[in-house]
């Protein structure tokens, strides 16, 4: 869930526009959602309840379908980003116009179908397996391009320009390229499939050594996965810079990368022009955008039925939250293709990604109403137990 087409988006644009300077952004947000998926795991293994379930238990009914109806948002948020970065990588690998690989986009339905048949060990194999072909494919291209390191380095530390507002590139500025990362990153539906998941591992709860353990362990296996979010989210943007830096070219989007990725004479490198014309550069670009998109329509759907079991105590099967989340998704996706059909090709896919963007910044304001509940829940003894509550560093973290 921490690798979908928003986080693609949010970091190539960021280093398309400032570089290295949003480095330290993407950092930052690595640390806050390793902070609060310990909390949120914590939750889950301690109280036996989801995030959205815990909520429930101490609010009204009112509250709780005001909270659900935002999570809701954001996970239609993030699946406008799998919707477009799918519909491009169908148009860059098959040359399917754009209008109807969106519609084609449904039918990923029909893949969440078969994975729910084959059972969730096999789900989280395939998972893995899509994540190291994305990483693999950014690891190599970022080598070849040759990046500066020291650049890289002294961007992981924030300056006053990095929240910046007065400074614009293409239409995007610091605070703004910032907010889209973090939306990106600590993804807030995330929050509620984590404190869900983490149940799922075998606990004695009469036995608060067993408990601590597993919470110990739950940590580290967050945490080790979300370092290699941090490494893959710094590949993007690395690789946003040295695609971009030249100005040789002009368009900003996905298609301008994977426009780079098969043109030799926009590459120097010697050895990445000898395997661009062989065109599996820009072929793996467009598999690994089409396989991200579809490893969070995984967590986004399996999430939904978290919160919508948790906080209106209803239940619908997978195959048909899917296809309700993914048709109401598409509409602005449709709205933006055709509102700019008419236009250049650059307008087009300008158009396209900012609308990406966007969605990933409206992540970040619906954070809050997601990680607010969750402090409180994980600070509250009664919920926690005296043993199991945050400690005071943690409190004053989140």
């Known amino acids: 869930g921490y690798m979908d087409p928003g986080n693609w988006s949010t970091s190539i644009t960021g280093g398309q526009n400032?570089?290295?300077?949003?480095?330290?952004?993407?950092?930052?947000?690595?640390?806050?959602?390793?902070?609060?998926?310990?909390?949120?795991?914590?939750?889950?293994?301690v109280s036996q309840m989801d995030l959205a379930q815990a909520i429930r238990a101490q609010t009204s009914k009112s509250l709780g379908i005001?909270?659900?109806?935002?999570?809701?948002?954001?996970?239609?948020?993030?699946?406008?980003?799998?919707?477009?970065?799918?519909?491009?990588?169908?148009?860059?690998?098959f040359n399917i116009p754009l209008v109807i690989a969106v519609f084609i986009t449904v039918l990923d339905v029909l893949v969440l179908l078969l994975l729910t048949k084959i059972g969730f060990r096999k789900i989280e194999a395939i998972v893995?397996?899509?994540?190291?072909?994305?990483?693999?494919?950014?690891?190599?291209?970022?080598?070849?391009?040759?990046?500066?390191?020291?650049?890289?380095?002294?961007?992981?530390?924030?300056?006053?320009?990095?929240?910046?507002t007065s400074r614009s590139v293409n239409g995007m500025t610091p605070l703004s390229g910032a907010l889209g990362i973090i939306g990106a990153t600590v993804m807030p539906h995330n929050l509620y499939l984590h404190s869900a998941i983490s149940q799922t591992r075998k606990i004695d709860h009469n036995d608060e050594e067993d408990v601590a353990r597993t919470v110990k362990?739950?940590?580290?296996?967050?945490?080790?996965?979300?370092?290699?979010?941090?490494?893959?989210?710094?590949?993007?943007?690395?690789?946003?810079?040295?695609v971009f830096k030249s100005g040789a070219v002009k368009d900003p989007s996905f298609f301008g990368l994977y426009e780079a990725l098969s043109n030799t004479s926009m590459l120097s490198n010697g050895i990445l022009i000898s395997v661009a014309k062989s065109g599996a550069l820009s072929a793996l670009f467009a598999i690994a955008l089409l396989a991200s998109g579809q490893n969070s329509t995984i967590t986004g759907t399996l999430t939904g039925q978290v919160i919508m079991e948790g906080f209106v105590h209803m239940r619908m099967p997978l195959w048909l939250r899917r296809l309700v989340t993914r048709l109401i998704s598409v509409i602005p996706v449709l709205i933006c293709v055709l509102l700019t059909s008419g236009k250049s090709?650059?307008?087009?896919?300008?158009?396209?990604?900012n609308l990406m963007n966007n969605s990933q910044v409206f992540l970040a304001f619906a954070l809050p109403f997601s990680m607010?509940?969750?402090?409180?829940?994980?600070d509250s003894a009664a919920e926690m137990g005296k043993r199991f509550k945050n400690s005071l560093w943690i409190k004053g973290l989140g």
Do not use: R
């Open 345 to 353: 090709a650059i307008d087009e896919h300008t158009a396209l990604n």
């Open 66 to 93: 005001v909270l659900w109806i935002l999570t809701e948002l954001a996970i239609m948020a993030t699946d406008i980003a799998e919707v477009i970065g799918a519909a491009i990588a169908l148009y860059l690998l």
């Open 128 to 164: 893995v397996c899509l994540i190291l072909v994305i990483l693999f494919v950014f690891v190599y291209q970022v080598a070849l391009s040759n990046p500066d390191w020291g650049g890289v380095i002294k961007g992981l530390v924030p300056t006053a320009d990095t929240f910046s």
């Open 18 to 45: 400032y570089q290295y300077m949003l480095m330290s952004v993407i950092l930052i947000s690595s640390l806050i959602a390793m902070l609060l998926q310990y909390m949120a795991a914590k939750l889950g293994i």
């Open 372 to 378: 607010l509940p969750l402090l409180m829940m994980t």
């Open 217 to 242: 362990f739950a940590a580290w296996d967050s945490n080790i996965q979300l370092s290699f979010a941090f490494v893959f989210n710094s590949l993007l943007l690395i690789m946003g810079v040295a």
